[in-house]
């Protein structure tokens, strides 16, 4: 038994799994050390409260008052055509499927990788790919992130996705975390390493999906690294069960000349927390952070971003926009940081909100620290609700209310679904918000 | 049996009383130009007619084919063959021009028992009803109504009348901010879809657009009464004298001389 200094009860409940899980690591010794020393963050830092700026709008209390079993063996039994409904339509995909946060290899299609794209588990690249994985954890930040903190504590395998120097992928990468009913009252902390060479460009679809209602929690990490140069496409697709908590965060550093283009969609889960941290580390990079979330019955969904400019010439925009129904409740909160060396930063930060009810809440609150004098940094929210003036016009030409309500739903979506590259994903993702709310 | 029969018709908008006790009669195969000054009540008409249920109705009835047309919602009216050409097309930024006039002409046909049409037979037909507005096809590409000209706003309208075939059509200043050739073109769409068996009801500020399209009725409304009614060179009357003319009389005999056309 190891004695932890405890702060909090919520937290011993994990005492006993990581000593379990410290008993039988097979991970090299430094990622050990790395998981005790995670592990002690945690406790000393507890489950956030809302008393955390950072957690402000968001209680915790529905995760930490749970006892989740660590789930890290193989486990559970997804068919391929159980997978049908989040492949996009798309099969010819590099796809890494995860069953109940561990690598399925039957399910996956790894097909021939064009030269300089490597694709490996966590799990086996710890012993089989040391000189790779050492770089996990150097991107996130532990210290600071109790969710990150536990994860770096129990993480056991994820996807490591390496693009060479050069290398422009043909077809989009899919790494494809699936849960079934076995995963019931489990906690999977996947975690993942993404690593784009220089000039080299890719596209990463990240997917948190379930295929039934199963109580349980997603922490999710990913590290990213673009090289000077390197263009990532990342999106982020959380369509977790009804009844699960999902909390990931994305931490990406950037390289001059970078850009870093993250899309987050939101619509599962009962209580979801997204992260998406990025800082501009060199000269002439951009990024661009857009997400679209969709709410309904009493599901919580917080979306954090961060964007660091720590040097000059570089751009960010930001487009995130929320759909709420019922008693729903969506949180923006996005950072922008300037650093004092950060001269001519061109910052763009919208947050929009379209709510379906009375009764569904929004909390937004953009976050702009600027330290340098000579830059163009903006940020606008909304809040609306359905224009009775462009119903009616739908209705007088014989479009009953329901369709009306969707089209015009769909069309406050429409500008940041447009964003998306990849026409797979755009068509899906116009269906599914055609019809979300029915 | 009349077409529509508006009888004693009033509504407001929040405690504002604007249309008074409308008289009105429209058989198959007419078209009624409803004139009057800034104000009177026109614009309100049509939209009432529509079902926009930002104006309360506080008395009176409309009869619409036999049925009570309070009584139905907006989108059972356009199912059932009403039309309104709006004065200010709504902007949709984010659905297509397409998709828009497909879903509307499949929800009417639907309600009419008929089957619904994929987008390739759609097209075709949108071929033709494109040439009759002397539009674009790329303007089906883009949002509805969005970054539209003011002529554009207008021809679209009178497209979606075309597509949608109403039986009667109510043209709520689709004359304002057209230029000559404009207007001529958006007549000449009207003129082409008008049947015997349907009806069209022009509202309009100005005699100008009656030149294209000729009315075998002119009803003059002020203070949301009909003042008075008459044939076609009413409305040569009016642009001649102005509105001061009508305006300024008594009402006597409005009620009956608005039932023009029963």
Same mark, same amino acid.
């Given at each position: 038994?190891?004695?932890?200094?405890?702060?909090?009860?919520?937290?011993?409940?994990?005492?006993?799994?990581?000593?379990?899980?410290?008993?039988?690591?097979?991970?090299?010794?430094?990622?050990?050390?790395?998981?005790?020393?995670?592990?002690?963050?945690?406790?000393?830092?507890?489950?956030?409260?809302?008393?955390?700026?950072?957690?402000?709008?968001?209680?915790?209390?529905?995760?930490?008052?749970?006892?989740?079993?660590?789930?890290?063996?193989?486990?559970?039994?997804?068919?391929?055509?159980?997978?049908?409904?989040?492949?996009?339509?798309?099969?010819?995909?590099?796809?890494?499927?995860?069953?109940?946060?561990?690598?399925?290899?039957?399910?996956?299609?790894?097909?021939?990788?064009?030269?300089?794209?490597?694709?490996?588990?966590?799990?086996?690249?710890?012993?089989?790919?040391?000189?790779?994985?050492?770089?996990?954890?150097?991107?996130?930040?532990?210290?600071?992130?109790?969710?990150?903190?536990?994860?770096?504590?129990?993480?056991?395998?994820?996807?490591?996705?390496?693009?060479?120097?050069?290398?422009?992928?043909?077809?989009?990468?899919?790494?494809?975390?699936?849960?079934?009913?076995?995963?019931?009252?489990?906690?999977?902390?996947?975690?993942?390493?993404?690593?784009?060479?220089?000039?080299?460009?890719?596209?990463?679809?990240?997917?948190?999906?379930?295929?039934?209602?199963?109580?349980?929690?997603?922490?999710?990490?990913?590290?990213?690294?673009?090289?000077?140069?390197?263009?990532?496409?990342?999106?982020?697709?959380?369509?977790?069960?009804?009844?699960?908590?999902?909390?990931?965060?994305?931490?990406?550093?950037?390289?001059?000349?970078?850009?870093?283009?993250?899309?987050?969609?939101?619509?599962?889960?009962?209580?979801?927390?997204?992260?998406?941290?990025?800082?501009?580390?060199?000269?002439?990079?951009?990024?661009?952070?857009?997400?679209?979330?969709?709410?309904?019955?009493?599901?919580?969904?917080?979306?954090?971003?961060?964007?660091?400019?720590?040097?000059?010439?570089?751009?960010?925009?930001?487009?995130?926009?929320?759909?709420?129904?019922?008693?729903?409740?969506?949180?923006?909160?996005?950072?922008?940081?300037?650093?004092?060396?950060?001269?001519?930063?061109?910052?763009?930060?919208?947050?929009?909100?379209?709510?379906?009810?009375?009764?569904?809440?929004?909390?937004?609150?953009?976050?702009?620290?600027?330290?340098?004098?000579?830059?163009?940094?903006?940020?606008?929210?909304?809040?609306?609700?359905?224009?009775?003036?462009?119903?009616?016009?739908?209705?007088?030409?014989?479009?009953?209310?329901?369709?009306?309500?969707?089209?015009?739903?769909?069309?406050?979506?429409?500008?940041?679904?447009?964003?998306?590259?990849?026409?797979?994903?755009?068509?899906?993702?116009?269906?599914?918000?055609?019809?979300?709310?029915? | 049996?009349?077409?529509?029969?508006?009888?004693?018709?009033?509504?407001?908008?929040?405690?504002?009383?604007?249309?008074?006790?409308?008289?009105?009669?429209?058989?198959?195969?007419?078209?009624?130009?409803?004139?009057?000054?800034?104000?009177?009540?026109?614009?309100?008409?049509?939209?009432?007619?529509?079902?926009?249920?930002?104006?309360?109705?506080?008395?009176?009835?409309?009869?619409?084919?036999?049925?009570?047309?309070?009584?139905?919602?907006?989108?059972?009216?356009?199912?059932?063959?009403?039309?309104?050409?709006?004065?200010?097309?709504?902007?949709?930024?984010?659905?297509?021009?397409?998709?828009?006039?497909?879903?509307?002409?499949?929800?009417?046909?639907?309600?009419?028992?008929?089957?619904?049409?994929?987008?390739?037979?759609?097209?075709?037909?949108?071929?033709?009803?494109?040439?009759?507005? $002397?539009?674009?096809?790329?303007?089906?590409?883009?949002?509805?109504?969005?970054?539209?000209?003011?002529?554009?706003?207008?021809?679209?309208?009178?497209?979606?009348?075309?597509?949608?075939?109403? %039986?009667?059509?109510?043209?709520?200043?689709?004359?304002?901010?057209?230029?000559?050739?404009?207007?001529?073109?958006?007549? $000449?769409?009207?003129?082409?879809?008008?049947?015997?068996?349907?009806?069209?009801?022009?509202?309009?500020?100005?005699? %100008?657009?009656?030149?294209?399209?000729?009315?075998?009725?002119?009803?003059?409304?002020?203070?949301?009464?009909?003042?008075?009614?008459?044939?076609?060179?009413?409305?040569?009357?009016?642009?001649?004298?102005?509105? $001061?003319?009508?305006?300024?009389?008594?009402?006597?005999?409005?009620?009956?001389?608005?039932?023009?056309?029963?």
């Amino acid at each position: 038994m190891t004695a932890f200094p405890m702060t909090d009860s919520a937290v011993e409940s994990y005492v006993a799994a990581f000593d379990e899980l410290s008993s039988s690591d097979s991970s090299p010794s430094w990622v050990q050390s790395m998981r005790r020393a995670a592990f002690e963050r945690f406790a000393a830092l507890g489950f956030p409260t809302t008393k955390n700026e950072d957690w402000h709008f968001t209680s915790t209390s529905p995760i930490a008052d749970q006892e989740f079993v660590l789930l890290d063996a193989p486990s559970g039994d997804v068919r391929r055509e159980e997978l049908e409904p989040f492949t996009f339509g798309a099969p010819g995909w590099y796809t890494m499927v995860f069953v109940n946060g561990r690598f399925a290899a039957e399910l996956s299609n790894l097909g021939k990788l064009p030269k300089g794209v490597k694709l490996r588990d966590l799990a086996s690249a710890w012993t089989a790919a040391p000189e790779v994985v050492d770089r996990v954890g150097k991107l996130s930040s532990y210290d600071v992130h109790a969710f990150t903190a536990l994860n770096a504590a129990f993480m056991h395998d994820g996807a490591v996705v390496q693009i060479a120097n050069g290398v422009e992928l043909d077809r989009p990468i899919h790494l494809l975390f699936v849960t079934d009913a076995t995963a019931a009252k489990g906690m999977m902390h996947p975690r993942n390493l993404i690593m784009v060479g220089k000039h080299a460009k890719a596209t990463v679809i990240e997917s948190y999906v379930s295929t039934s209602d199963a109580m349980y929690l997603t922490n999710a990490v990913t590290e990213v690294s673009l090289a000077d140069g390197a263009t990532l496409q990342h999106y982020k697709m959380q369509r977790e069960g009804a009844r699960a908590f999902h909390v990931s965060t994305t931490e990406a550093n950037q390289a001059r000349d970078s850009h870093y283009v993250s899309f987050s969609f939101a619509i599962g889960a009962s209580l979801a927390r997204s992260n998406v941290y990025t800082t501009l580390d060199g000269e002439g990079g951009g990024a661009t952070l857009n997400g679209l979330f969709m709410l309904d019955g009493q599901q919580h969904s917080d979306h954090q971003t961060q964007i660091v400019h720590a040097k000059p010439n570089c751009f960010s925009r930001e487009l995130y926009k929320g759909i709420l129904d019922d008693r729903s409740h969506g949180v923006f909160n996005g950072k922008v940081y300037v650093h004092p060396i950060a001269q001519k930063t061109d910052g763009k930060q919208t947050n929009k909100t379209l709510l379906l009810s009375d009764t569904a809440h929004i909390d937004t609150k953009p976050q702009l620290e600027i330290f340098a004098d000579d830059v163009k940094c903006t940020h606008g929210a909304t809040i609306g609700q359905i224009d009775q003036t462009a119903l009616f016009y739908l209705k007088s030409r014989g479009i009953n209310e329901s369709l009306a309500r969707r089209l015009l739903t769909y069309a406050f979506a429409a500008d940041v679904l447009e964003t998306i590259e990849v026409d797979d994903i755009r068509l899906s993702l116009e269906r599914m918000t055609l019809e979300r709310f029915v | 049996m009349p077409l529509l029969v508006i009888e004693g018709l009033e509504a407001r908008v929040g405690d504002k009383p604007i249309l008074n006790g409308i008289n009105l009669t429209v058989n198959r195969g007419e078209i009624h130009a409803v004139m009057g000054p800034n104000g009177s009540g026109k614009s309100t008409l049509a939209q009432v007619l529509a079902g926009n249920p930002a104006y309360e109705v506080t008395g009176g009835s409309v009869t619409y084919d036999g049925k009570d047309l309070l009584e139905m919602d907006p989108e059972v009216r356009a199912q059932s063959g009403i039309f309104l050409a709006f004065q200010y097309p709504v902007e949709i930024p984010g659905v297509s021009n397409a998709y828009f006039l497909r879903a509307a002409y499949n929800e009417i046909r639907k309600a009419r028992g008929e089957e619904e049409i994929d987008p390739l037979e759609f097209a075709d037909i949108m071929d033709e009803k494109l040439a009759m507005v $002397d539009m674009n096809p790329d303007m089906l590409a883009r949002s509805v109504n969005s970054g539209f000209s003011g002529g554009e706003k207008k021809r679209n309208e009178i497209l979606q009348m075309a597509v949608l075939e109403p %039986r009667l059509a109510i043209l709520d200043e689709t004359d304002s901010g057209l230029d000559i050739d404009a207007l001529r073109i958006v007549a $000449d769409g009207v003129n082409k879809l008008r049947r015997p068996d349907n009806a069209t009801i022009v509202v309009t500020h100005y005699q %100008r657009l009656l030149n294209y399209i000729v009315p075998d009725y002119v009803h003059v409304l002020a203070n949301g009464r009909i003042l008075k009614s008459g044939g076609k060179d009413l409305a040569l009357e009016l642009e001649d004298k102005g509105y $001061d003319w009508v305006t300024s009389g008594s009402p006597v005999g409005a009620g009956a001389g608005a039932r023009a056309g029963a």
